[in-house]
Each structure stands twice: as C-alpha cells, then as structure tokens.
C-alpha cells in the first residue's frame, strides 16, 4: 500500500508540474487582442443564420444584432488587461511539485508506514471471536455481519436493538426490531420493546404507529401489561377517558397489592380521574413490566454515559434531564442538570432551555 502512496505522490507532483509550468508562461500570451471579442463576432454571426432561416423575428433579429454590435465595439476599445504574477515561474511550479512530495516525506517521519494493513474482515472476526475486548461500535458492526449471516434468525437484530438502546440510538433499536419482527412477526419480546422505543421517541405520546404495535402484542399476548398499560393511556389522551380507566383499573386488580406498580398506576388512575388528563411525568420507570422496561432504561443510561465522555452535546443534556423526570428519579436529573449548568455557564439560551427540560410536563 505504501508503494501505491508514492507513486499516486509522484503523478500528482507530475502533473501539478504541468498545469503550473503552463499557468506561469501566460504572461508571454499576446494581450493585444481582448478574446472576448471572438465571442461577439460569433454571436452577431449566429443571430444572422437564425435570421436568414426565418427562425427569429426581423424586429427581434435587429434588436439583437444591434445589441451584439454594441457589445462588439465596447470591447474592441477596451485595451487588455495583462495577467500578472507575484512569483518567478521557477517557484510556482517548484512549489506545486514539492507539496505531494512534502506530503509523503512527513507520513514517512510521522506516521506508520510499517504497520501492516487491517482489512475489515480481519477485524471483523476478532470482534467476534472476542466480543468483551470490542467497542459498542465494534459490536453493533459484528451483530450487523452475523444478522446477514443468518438472515432467517430475529435474534442477531434484537440483540443489535439492545445494543443501540444501551448506545443511546433509538431510531436504529427500532429498525433493527422491524427487522426482527420482519422475521418473527408474533414474538411479544420483540412487540413490546419496539412499541415502547416508538413512545418514547413521540415524547410519552402513544401515537398511530405505537398503538398499531400494541395491538399486534395485545393479540399475542392478551394479558400484557405494557399493551394494557399504553393503550389505555391512549385512550385517555383521545379523548376516551372511560375507556381508558377501565383498562387501566382491570389492570391493576391484576397487580399484586402494595408493590411500586400498584402504587405507580394508582397514583396515575388518580391523576385522570382528577384532571382528566394522564400523569405529566407518565410513563414511568416502576409501571407494570414493560411500561418502561430495561431497554427504555438502558437507553437513558447509554445517553447518560455518552454525555460523560462527550458533554459538549446541549441537545443530549436536555434529552437526559428531561428522561430522568420522566423516570421519576429527581436525585439523578439534579446532577445532571448542575453539570450541564456549570458546563454550558457562558450560554444563556442553552442554560433557559435546560431549565425548560426539567421542569414537569403541563
């Protein structure tokens, strides 16, 4: 490969060399005529052919042609303009030849010309033959190769779903569980991620799509508790606050008294009943299994964990501080919103729109 680099230097200083050698003999071109003139000449001698074959009307042939002519006459009595050049021809194409060389002398004293070539399938198997040593990338890069491998097998693409909720990445989870489901259209462990993942991106909305998923689970798996939980509470948002309470109450006389569900989906059956609208803060993280499942939470905590490494992102500070009050977990959206406070100090708008992000949802 490093024999390719020279020579592609080598050809690029060749012709660097040419091009300028010709650029710096255009003083030694005859100015005394200005081209320009040639052009008008050509023109008045096209406006006449479309004349004589009756294609352009007389008053508008004339009219052209006078205007051509004018023309014609301006720049005859225009005097050229000689072009000029601030640097001995010698040094303009010395200096376009030695930039490529200069280029391949530094690779040579800074580089690693000696390390040997990687191509993508040499690592591509180590990630895959050593998965705890690889990257996130690395690893969605491997699960990527095994699911066109086994294109007949969901799992490779759920766990590829996993893997880009943990990174933060919500819209590739969500095409690779189409992907899945594409395979296996029935499995709840697939419906059910897949409609949560579509809730969250609508900002705790259970719009068209994630009720259409919810419904194909419900059918599957009528005693779901995240596809009682999301549909009902779309019901409430529609408008269809009966409707809508009566699944939520059939569900939690379902749920075993007294453990944080219970309390988590009386507290919201109170919220409507009061207000006629769900929780602001709903769904939330201890909701019956699968209301915010592991995935949702693996998602915030892959954001979370992205911010650490990479804080300069104001956009992902309000997305986290805002996923932490949906979360119901005050502690962590405090300490997330005093990073990004001191980080983001000098920038008043980023500081009111972060603000914005933890106050509740009205």
């Known amino acids: 490969m490093i024999m390719f680099w020279i020579g592609a230097a080598l050809l690029a200083s060749g012709a660097a060399s040419a091009v300028f050698f010709r650029a710096a003999r255009a003083r030694e071109l005859d100015f005394a005529v200005d081209p320009s003139l040639s052009v008008y000449r050509r023109a008045l001698a096209e406006i006449d052919d479309l004349a004589e074959r009756g294609l352009i009307a007389p008053p508008e042939g004339r009219a052209s042609r006078a205007e051509a002519g004018r023309r014609l006459l301006a720049a005859a009595d225009r005097p050229a303009t000689p072009v000029t050049r601030s640097l001995p021809a010698w040094a303009m ?8 060389l200069l280029a391949v002398g530094l690779y040579f004293l800074l580089g690693s010309p000696g390390t040997a070539d990687q ?21 969605a890069a491997a699960l990527r190769a095994l699911a066109a491998e086994r294109p007949r097998d969901p799992e490779p693409q759920r766990r590829l779903a996993m893997l880009d909720i943990g990174m933060g990445d919500p819209n590739g989870a969500a095409h690779a569980l189409r992907e899945a489901l594409a395979i296996a259209p029935s499995r709840p462990d697939l419906l059910g991620p897949l409609g949560e993942i579509l809730v969250w991106k609508a900002h705790e909305k259970v719009d068209g799509e994630a009720q259409a998923v919810f419904r194909r689970l419900l059918a599957v798996d009528p005693k779901s508790p995240a596809a009682r939980y999301f549909l009902g509470r779309a019901d409430i948002e529609a408008g269809r606050r009966v409707q809508g309470l009566a699944g939520w109450k059939s569900l939690l006389s379902e749920l075993r008294p007294g453990d944080d569900q219970t309390i988590s989906l009386s507290r919201d059956i109170e919220a409507v009943e009061a207000t006629g609208a769900p929780a602001p803060s709903a769904p939330t993280a201890d909701m019956p299994p699968g209301a915010m499942s592991t995935a949702i939470r693996g998602m915030v905590e892959g954001l979370a964990a992205r911010l650490k490494a990479h804080p300069d992102d104001p956009a992902g500070w309000m997305r986290l501080v805002r996923a932490y009050g949906v979360l119901r977990e005050p502690n962590r959206q405090a300490a997330a919103l005093a990073f990004a406070r001191r980080h983001y100090a000098d920038d008043p708008a980023t500081l009111a729109q972060l603000d914005a992000a933890a106050r509740p949802v009205q």
């Not at 200096?95 to 490529?100: D, I, T, V, Y």
Request: glycine fraction near 0%; hydrophobic fraction near 50%; aromatic fraction near 6%.
């Open 93 to 100: 194409v010395a200096a376009a030849s030695a930039a490529p």
């Open 119 to 139: 191509p993508f399938a040499q690592r591509l198997a180590v990630w895959r033959s050593k998965p705890e040593t690889a990257s996130p990338s690395q690893l």
